[in-house]
């Protein structure tokens, strides 16, 4: 359909050109339309090169996932080792301050025991226990008499 009105013979009225009286101008358009169409079906018909789409969207996510994964699990082991590290400074210490409270109980003790045992033989070495102490006052005044 054209915007423009054919006449009843088909032609356009006050056309400039008319392509059917010209052959040169017919022959152009004809060689025109046959290298567009040429063309056309050359490109279309090529082989198309494949192209590489990175579609790896979710690769650099993963790796930063990962490379944050792998320092806090760094990071939380040697928090652990030094953790552990810490404690067992405690416990050694807290073992060196027993076994010197115990060796200073130990000590004390033997100072108590000596202590008793003098005490003891004090109470030994006398003649006549305490208990029997009158007794032998008894005897010692009946020798004497």
């Known amino acids: 359909m054209s915007w423009k009105k054919d006449t009843a013979d088909g032609t356009r009225p006050n056309s400039p050109i008319d392509a059917e009286s010209d052959p040169v101008l017919e022959r152009a358009l004809h060689d025109f339309r046959a290298n567009a169409h040429a063309w056309s079906q050359a490109a279309y018909g090529q082989p198309r090169a494949q192209v590489h789409v990175a579609r790896s969207g979710w690769r650099p996510a993963a790796a930063w996932a990962l490379g944050c994964a792998l320092a806090a699990g760094s990071l939380s082991g040697a928090f652990y080792a030094h953790h552990q590290r810490a404690a067992m400074a405690a416990r050694l ?14 000590q004390q003790q033997r100072a108590a025991d000596e202590d008793l045992l003098a005490t003891v033989d004090s109470d030994i070495s006398r003649e006549v226990p305490a208990a029997m102490e009158p007794l032998a006052q008894l005897m010692d005044e009946d020798a004497a008499r």
């Open 93 to 106: 210490a807290l073992r060196e301050r027993t076994a010197q409270q115990q060796q200073l109980t130990a």
